[in-house]
């Protein structure tokens, strides 16, 4: 049966007959009169081209896209900023996490057999020195750099002035040495090892990995004082490579201090010998950002008392003091690490490396 609402004609040819989807459509004369006609001119309908009445809004490269992609585009920017921004800004961001070898350190204590001397000059408490000692970086014996299988002779060149840099801040400084300085050290250091070098720095443990004299020379500035800014130095330096991707550099230096007691002028003045044996590791990340990696130190120190504790401060006897008697070692006993050495300390020589 067909629509009883439809006439028994059927509907009228080109309408549905029916009005009621018309109905909610008002166009009062306020609409009309507001309905805004706009004709085209004869030389714009000649030309066929012309602008259309409600051109899409653009905005720059994003012309072309609805308003709605437009909009999302601009959210998910917003996101990514904040993101990025919140991130990089937030207290709590870590530090990088520990990648490689990480610093592994000996010390070893170097007890004089009898009272420690003064100098008989405090004027020029290095003159009794042997020649091979030179002033400050004079001594550090730095070699010309030459290309290795790996890395080229800018490399090495640029990993040797890192070192030097390094050696700088961290032996002859003296700020470093008795004003407690560790900023500029830490600025040399690989990112992936600074948190454990502050670790050492605030926190000092001897444990062959936390001690703050692995990583640079200083002394207790409450108890010892630097008679002369000056150090006197012998050593050498050898590049070579770990592995393809790692330049290797070692270094071999005896470092001469003229101290006395802290807070005096005119006491006696007396010297302590460092030796410092490490080993330098770079990547070509590290070489591109003039940064190191400290893996290994061995550290030499006296006139210093056997086990006297040198994970913060190296502890030098001064001039007329005298050493204790070292312990007797029961090596069954592993309460106590088996790493701690004492050495006695002999005459100052200024002996080359062995085989060089």
Not at 70 to 76: D, E, I, P, Q, S
Not at 128 to 146: F, N, W
Not at 263 to 268: A, F, H, Q, R
Request: net charge negative.
């Amino acid at each position: 049966m067909g629509d009883p609402r439809e006439p028994p004609e059927g509907a009228p040819e080109g309408g549905s007959g029916s009005d009621d989807e018309f109905r909610s459509v008002v166009f009062d004369e306020s609409f009309v009169r507001a309905a805004r006609i706009q004709e085209l001119s004869a030389q714009e309908r000649l030309g066929g081209t012309y602008r259309a009445t409600r051109p899409r809004v653009g905005l720059g490269p994003f012309g072309t896209l609805p308003r709605q992609a437009v909009a999302l585009l601009l959210v998910v920017f917003l996101a990514f900023a904040a993101a990025v921004y919140f991130g990089v800004s937030s207290p709590h961001r870590q530090a990088a996490p520990p990648s490689g070898n990480q610093l592994t350190t000996s010390l070893v204590a170097l007890s004089p057999t009898g009272p420690v001397a003064a100098v008989a000059d405090p004027e020029h408490p290095f003159a009794a020195l042997p020649a091979a000692y030179g002033e400050g970086t004079a001594g550090l014996a730095l070699p010309a750099g030459a290309a290795t299988a790996h890395f080229t002779r800018s490399d090495v060149n640029r990993a040797l002035s890192v070192v030097q840099r390094y050696l700088v801040a961290s032996a002859l400084a003296p700020a470093t040495l008795v004003q407690g300085e560790t900023a500029e050290v830490r600025a040399l250091v690989t990112p992936g090892e600074q948190a454990q070098y502050d670790d050492s720095v605030n926190t000092p443990q001897d444990d062959q990995h936390h001690a703050a004299t692995g990583w640079l020379v200083r002394f207790d500035p409450g108890k010892v004082a630097l008679a002369v800014d000056g150090v006197r130095t012998s050593g050498v330096v050898r590049v070579g490579e770990a592995d393809s991707g790692t330049l290797e550099v070692t270094t071999d230096h005896t470092f001469v201090y003229a101290v006395r007691a802290a807070g005096t002028s005119d006491g006696p003045v007396s010297l302590v010998s460092v030796r410092r044996e490490l080993r330098f590791a770079f990547d070509r990340l590290d070489l591109s950002s003039d940064r190191l990696r400290l893996v290994d130190a061995v550290v030499q120190a006296g006139p210093t008392s056997c086990g006297a504790p040198m994970s913060s401060y190296l502890q030098p006897l001064l001039a007329g003091s005298t050493a204790t008697a070292p312990q007797a070692v029961d090596p069954g006993d592993r309460s106590r690490p088996a790493w701690q050495v004492c050495g006695a300390l002999g005459p100052l020589t200024g002996k080359p490396a062995a085989g060089r």
